[in-house]
């Protein structure tokens, strides 16, 4: 089954004003010792980041075409996707990532206008 692809009529750029990305490695997995410090190894599995995505204003047509892509091609949020990312040295990049929790919020607040939130994870960032 392919990877379904954020769609292209959709800003994915979010707004940058205090973005920040979590530690993009797990926490390691940590066994006591007697007396004395614990032994610490790397978890396994994915690198994935974490941030906190808030869109630009979106028009209505662009709210319609994520929340489609939400609900239909990710079973809800809950399935991968592949997007563009800001990378510092980089530039915009293709990743995988999942919104956590399959959860998002629309900020309806401007007239015709909408703003969506949500925490992206992206893997291998």
Known sequence: MAIPVWPSQVPA???????????????????ETEGGPGLMRPRSGPRMTEFGFVSVLWTRAQWAAFEQFARVDLAKG????????????????????????????????????????????????
């Not at 399959?102 to 925490?119: G, L």
């Open 13 to 31: 750029t979010p707004v940058l004003s205090g973005t920040q990305a979590s530690a993009s490695y797990g926490e390691p997995i940590v066994s």
């Open 78 to 125: 809950t399935l991968p996707f592949r997007m563009p990312v800001f990378r510092p040295d980089a530039g915009a990049v293709s990743r995988v990532c999942q919104i956590k929790g399959a959860q998002w919020a629309t900020d309806m607040s401007a007239v015709s206008r909408f703003r969506v939130s949500f925490t992206l994870i992206v893997y291998n960032w």
